[in-house]
């Protein structure tokens, strides 16, 4: 083997290591961060559920109040989200793995 093909061996091996790390680390952080918006996107459910039971009854305010607090902390992680996918560093390796843009209502 050359000098030459052994450069061009050895920054392969760089370059593959740095993909695979960014890939990894992508992955790790809108997973995480998608893992916590399906928590809080079946909470918005159950609360609704809940709220919908308790319409007209004695406990419907506060039953609205929990539903609504639930719904603002889904859109707001539904933003960081977005934010999170959106940055430059998680924004390709995040589409070829799948993510996507979530739409704050939508996926209730």
């Known amino acids: 083997m050359t000098e030459a093909t052994l450069g061009w061996f050895i920054a392969g091996i760089c370059v593959t290591a740095f993909v ?3 890939f990894i680390v992508s992955f790790k952080e809108l997973s995480a961060m998608q893992k916590s918006l399906d928590t809080i996107s079946e909470q918005v459910r159950m ?3 809940l ?3 308790e319409r007209g009854g004695e406990n419907d305010a ?3 109040k929990i539903f609504e607090n639930k719904l603002m902390v ?6 960081n989200y977005n934010a999170l996918l959106k940055r430059p560093m998680n924004r390709i390796p995040g589409y070829i793995m799948g ?8 996926e209730l």
């Open 20 to 22: 695979t790390l960014w």
């Open 47 to 49: 609360h609704r559920r």
């Open 51 to 53: 709220y919908m039971q």
């Open 62 to 64: 506060a039953a609205q």
């Open 74 to 79: 889904y859109r707001e992680t539904v933003k």
């Open 99 to 106: 993510f996507s843009l979530k739409n704050k209502e939508g």
